[in-house]
């Protein structure tokens, strides 16, 4: 049978078309191509499944506006061996494409991470992570990979949304759905989904996720909100969220496949038990203890002491055999004894109270060099912060898909191994590294001063010292000392404070709150809840929990106690330390010199190649930035130089007019005349009958180069040529003719 090029496509077609829906079956997926959509803030939102990657557990695009993201979820077929958690992993992954511009670098591909693509990759995990079985083990991938990106519409949002749809139709076990809105404060009103125009007004950046029940994230900055209007905010968040999650139901009521089964990886319930009954009370007593060190140390010796019994009961071999369930049992009896001290009998492991806040203590200056440095204190956790200002230009380059190219405030965040007694190289910043400092930045950017008030680039750079939980927030306490010493005119100084929580599962109303959680307790409690604010108001929240979610009493009280544990830390231990930013920066820090000039004065400043700024800067030694507006900074630790500089650049920019006076340089003679430097490398021309009221006959008899000479400009041709005279001016002195120039400027004002 002989088959033409068309029966041959056809054919092709057929047996992909069959090899897709065999492999689609043995998935227990779903072939055909489907879409639905709901309004959101206004806007259709769609989300599309069974056209793309066929290969995995679930494929959804959202699209919202002209925005468009593409989330796959994958699972593995076996679980992974020797691992004590759930090994799940989200990647937001920014396409260049997306925005219509072609990456940087030498290889003009995307390379690692932008630091906003791994914070929204945190933020995608934190509300569908507590929501998979406990005892699940097998590795999940999330990819998020941004399509298309309108500006008005956020790919953020989307992702969430998508990665929650995906889990909820896939055969995935995933106890949601979820979903997520942006709330702005715009005018006086809350606005869902803000669109860039919105963004430039609202005093509110907030992220808010969700089931239909309760709040399972909440991301937020803003500009010193108070705490009834930040959870107005998100009720009104909530409100959106329930009619995404139902419509992510019907979805998955629709096109959802059965759960897969999974190897259930329970603590060994006799194990547990043998271990419970014989040193349930011992480990109560053990995890007590003001000291992390201690406590360490005693579950150490305790994990030794165990395994010995079962080595003299079992022998080695069984011991041996049965290791990692032995390391289960005694990780859960710690979490069961440090829930049961504190839900039950309301005792925290360091003895405090259940709203007591550790020892505090500041101290600022302590380093000599530097622009800014300050030392926060908390118990066991300490942070030291280094302020360093810069210039203009030296502002952080961002290489993503928001419409900022520049940030001139920049935090960072770095936690050593040996600040929780560890001894592991440093591989430079991780996820958790760069969420810290984001956070940090993010409540301490509303209260930098704009750069007309305060025109330097600042960097923060927070040094975890010691770690005992909570260390983010003291970096927010540091990172306020070190601006304040540095000098910056910083609006209100910025506090950071976490509160825990411990909740009976069965009962939503029934939990204990904790103010100021150390390691252990945000380890085996709920929720780690943080906020950093002025006296005034919020400028940033981040909430991390392990239930299901919080409901809105929960979320009130924790604004109430970190509000008042915020005003504490204030008053009682920061300002009595420095109550005030300096009223000078550093003599080390670059002092700024700033003027105006005329835009198209800036060629002439800059020169041919460069070549005039080039001799100000190797003259001087300063750093100058010019503005496209023909703003002027000069950058020097020496402000006699930076004076110097300035002087230089505004006689290069300086319009001369007729009748003006000036004392210049002589910088040749001719037969006809003389050329005199008059500022700027501007020369003029004293004919040789302007120079005395007598005749002359010979300049150089009257004048030589490199003599100082008062001129007066008596003419400016169309060309810029300039006619001087030096008559009745050569009794002048340098001091009269400022004098002289002083009284035109005042003529002129």
């Given at each position: 049978?002989?088959?033409?090029?068309k029966?041959?496509?056809?054919?092709t077609?057929i047996?992909?078309?069959?090899?897709?829906?065999?492999?689609?079956k043995?998935k227990?997926?779903?072939?055909?191509?489907k879409?639905?959509?709901?309004?959101l803030?206004?806007?259709p939102?769609?989300?599309?499944?069974?056209k793309?990657?066929?290969?995995?557990?679930?494929?959804v695009?959202?699209?919202?506006g002209?925005?468009?993201?593409?989330?796959?979820?994958?699972a593995?077929?076996?679980?992974r061996?020797?691992?004590?958690?759930?090994?799940?992993?989200?990647?937001?992954?920014?396409?260049?494409?997306?925005?219509?511009?072609?990456?940087?670098?030498?290889?003009r591909?995307?390379?690692?991470?932008?630091?906003?693509?791994i914070?929204?990759s945190?933020?995608?995990?934190?509300?569908?992570?507590?929501?998979?079985?406990?005892?699940?083990r097998?590795?999940v991938?999330?990819?998020?990979t941004?399509?298309?990106?309108e500006?008005?519409?956020?790919?953020?949002v989307?992702?969430?949304i998508?990665?929650?749809?995906a889990?909820?139709?896939?055969?995935?076990?995933f106890?949601?759905?979820?979903?997520?809105?942006?709330?702005?404060?715009?005018?006086g009103?809350f606005?869902i989904?803000p669109?860039?125009e919105?963004?430039?007004?609202?005093?509110l950046?907030?992220?808010?996720?969700?089931?239909?029940?309760?709040?399972?994230?909440?991301?937020a900055?803003a500009?010193?909100?108070?705490d009834?209007?930040?959870?107005?905010?998100?009720?009104?968040?909530?409100?959106?969220i329930?009619?995404?999650?139902?419509f992510?139901s019907?979805?998955?009521?629709?096109i959802g496949?059965?759960?897969?089964?999974?190897?259930s990886?329970e603590?060994?319930?006799?194990?547990?038990?043998?271990?419970?009954?014989n040193f349930?009370?011992?480990?109560y007593?053990?995890?007590?203890?003001?000291?992390?060190?201690v406590?360490d140390?005693?579950?150490?010796?305790?994990?030794?002491d165990v395994?010995?019994?079962?080595?003299?009961?079992y022998g080695?071999?069984?011991?041996?055999?049965?290791k990692?369930?032995?390391a289960?049992?005694?990780?859960?009896?710690?979490?069961?004894?440090?829930?049961?001290?504190?839900?039950e009998?309301?005792?925290?492991p360091?003895?405090?109270?259940?709203?007591?806040?550790?020892?505090?203590?500041?101290?600022?200056?302590?380093?000599?060099?530097?622009?800014?440095?300050?030392?926060?204190t908390?118990g066991?956790?300490?942070?030291?912060?280094?302020?360093?200002?810069?210039?203009?230009?030296?502002?952080?380059?961002l290489d993503g898909?928001?419409?900022?190219?520049?940030?001139?405030?920049i935090?960072?965040?770095?936690?050593?191994?040996?600040?929780v007694?560890?001894?592991r190289?440093?591989?430079?910043?991780?996820r958790?590294?760069?969420?810290?400092?984001?956070?940090?930045?993010?409540?301490?950017?509303?209260?930098?001063?704009?750069?007309?008030?305060?025109p330097y680039?600042?960097?923060v750079v927070?040094?975890?010292?010691?770690?005992?939980?909570s260390?983010?927030?003291?970096?927010?306490?540091?990172?306020?000392?070190?601006?304040?010493?540095?000098?910056?005119p910083?609006?209100?100084?910025?506090?950071?404070?976490?509160?825990?929580?411990?909740s009976?599962?069965e009962d939503?109303?029934?939990?204990?709150m904790?103010?100021?959680?150390?390691?252990?307790?945000?380890?085996?409690?709920?929720m780690?809840?943080?906020?950093?604010g002025?006296?005034?108001?919020?400028?940033a929240?981040?909430?991390?929990?392990?239930?299901?979610?919080?409901?809105?009493d929960?979320i009130?009280?924790?604004f109430?106690?970190?509000?008042?544990?915020r005003?504490?830390?204030?008053?009682?231990?920061?300002?009595?330390?420095?109550?005030?930013?300096?009223?000078?920066?550093?003599?080390?820090a670059?002092q700024?010199?700033?003027?105006?000039i005329?835009v198209?004065k800036?060629?002439?400043?800059?020169?041919?190649?460069?070549?005039t700024?080039n001799k100000i800067?190797?003259?001087?030694?300063?750093?100058?930035?010019?503005?496209?507006?023909?703003?002027?900074?000069?950058?020097s630790p020496?402000?006699d130089?930076a004076?110097?500089?300035?002087?230089?650049?505004?006689?290069?920019?300086r319009?001369?007019?007729?009748?003006q006076?000036?004392?210049?340089?002589?910088?040749?003679t001719?037969?006809?005349g003389a050329?005199?430097?008059i500022?700027?490398g501007?020369?003029?021309?004293?004919?040789?009958?302007?120079?005395?009221?007598?005749?002359?006959?010979?300049?150089e008899?009257?004048?030589?180069?490199?003599?100082?000479v008062?001129?007066?400009?008596?003419?400016?041709d169309?060309q810029?040529?300039i006619?001087?005279t030096?008559?009745?001016l050569?009794d002048?002195?340098?001091?009269?003719?400022l004098?002289?120039?002083?009284?035109?400027?005042n003529k002129?004002?």
């Amino acid at each position: 049978m002989c088959l033409n090029n068309k029966h041959i496509l056809e054919v092709t077609f057929i047996e992909k078309l069959s090899s897709y829906i065999n492999l689609n079956k043995l998935k227990g997926g779903r072939i055909m191509f489907k879409t639905y959509s709901m309004e959101l803030a206004g806007r259709p939102l769609t989300i599309e499944t069974g056209k793309f990657a066929g290969l995995a557990n679930a494929d959804v695009v959202v699209r919202y506006g002209e925005t468009v993201v593409m989330v796959n979820v994958t699972a593995s077929k076996e679980p992974r061996d020797g691992i004590d958690f759930f090994p799940l992993s989200v990647d937001y992954e920014e396409k260049m494409y997306a925005v219509g511009k072609i990456p940087g670098g030498f290889t003009r591909r995307e390379g690692k991470a932008a630091d906003k693509a791994i914070l929204v990759s945190r933020a995608i995990d934190r509300p569908i992570r507590p929501l998979f079985p406990k005892d699940f083990r097998n590795d999940v991938v999330v990819v998020a990979t941004v399509l298309s990106v309108e500006p008005d519409n956020s790919p953020e949002v989307c992702a969430m949304i998508g990665t929650s749809a995906a889990l909820s139709i896939s055969d995935i076990p995933f106890g949601g759905p979820t979903a997520a809105v942006k709330v702005g404060y715009v005018d006086g009103k809350f606005v869902i989904n803000p669109t860039l125009e919105e963004r430039a007004k609202t005093e509110l950046d907030l992220t808010v996720a969700g089931t239909i029940e309760k709040i399972a994230m909440i991301e937020a900055g803003a500009k010193e909100l108070p705490d009834d209007k930040m959870l107005e905010a998100i009720k009104t968040g909530h409100e959106e969220i329930k009619k995404v999650c139902k419509f992510i139901s019907d979805i998955k009521a629709d096109i959802g496949k059965p759960k897969m089964e999974y190897k259930s990886f329970e603590v060994d319930h006799d194990i547990y038990e043998e271990i419970e009954a014989n040193f349930e009370e011992r480990m109560y007593n053990d995890v007590q203890a003001l000291e992390k060190e201690v406590r360490d140390k005693n579950m150490e010796k305790l994990s030794e002491d165990v395994t010995n019994y079962f080595i003299e009961k079992y022998g080695e071999e069984r011991a041996e055999e049965v290791k990692q369930d032995i390391a289960d049992s005694l990780y859960k009896l710690e979490k069961k004894s440090v829930r049961k001290m504190i839900f039950e009998e309301h005792k925290r492991p360091d003895g405090r109270a259940i709203d007591e806040i550790r020892p505090l203590s500041c101290e600022v200056g302590l380093l000599p060099r530097v622009h800014g440095s300050g030392l926060f204190t908390r118990g066991q956790t300490q942070v030291l912060s280094v302020a360093t200002l810069g210039m203009k230009n030296e502002e952080q380059i961002l290489d993503g898909l928001d419409e900022e190219e520049t940030k001139r405030y920049i935090h960072q965040y770095n936690f050593p191994s040996y600040s929780v007694g560890e001894a592991r190289p440093s591989r430079g910043p991780g996820r958790r590294e760069i969420g810290h400092g984001a956070l940090a930045e993010r409540a301490l950017v509303p209260v930098i001063p704009s750069e007309e008030e305060f025109p330097y680039t600042i960097r923060v750079v927070s040094e975890v010292l010691s770690s005992n939980g909570s260390t983010s927030q003291a970096s927010i306490c540091g990172s306020t000392l070190a601006l304040m010493d540095a000098g910056v005119p910083i609006k209100n100084p910025v506090a950071g404070i976490s509160t825990g929580l411990v909740s009976n599962p069965e009962d939503p109303d029934d939990y204990v709150m904790l103010t100021d959680i150390q390691g252990l307790e945000d380890f085996f409690g709920d929720m780690d809840f943080k906020v950093g604010g002025t006296k005034n108001g919020i400028t940033a929240i981040q909430v991390d929990i392990k239930c299901d979610g919080l409901t809105y009493d929960i979320i009130a009280e924790a604004f109430e106690r970190t509000e008042k544990a915020r005003m504490h830390i204030l008053n009682d231990v920061m300002l009595p330390v420095i109550s005030k930013p300096r009223e000078e920066i550093s003599k080390y820090a670059p002092q700024i010199v700033t003027t105006q000039i005329k835009v198209e004065k800036i060629k002439d400043v800059i020169g041919k190649g460069g070549e005039t700024i080039n001799k100000i800067i190797d003259a001087t030694g300063v750093k100058i930035d010019i503005e496209e507006d023909g703003q002027v900074m000069i950058y020097s630790p020496d402000q006699d130089k930076a004076y110097e500089a300035l002087d230089m650049i505004e006689d290069i920019v300086r319009e001369f007019e007729v009748g003006q006076i000036y004392y210049g340089t002589v910088t040749r003679t001719t037969s006809f005349g003389a050329f005199v430097d008059i500022g700027g490398g501007k020369e003029g021309l004293v004919h040789i009958s302007k120079i005395a009221k007598e005749r002359v006959n010979k300049v150089e008899d009257y004048v030589k180069p490199g003599d100082k000479v008062p001129v007066k400009v008596i003419g400016i041709d169309d060309q810029g040529k300039i006619n001087l005279t030096m008559k009745d001016l050569v009794d002048l002195s340098q001091e009269k003719i400022l004098e002289e120039e002083l009284k035109d400027d005042n003529k002129e004002e």
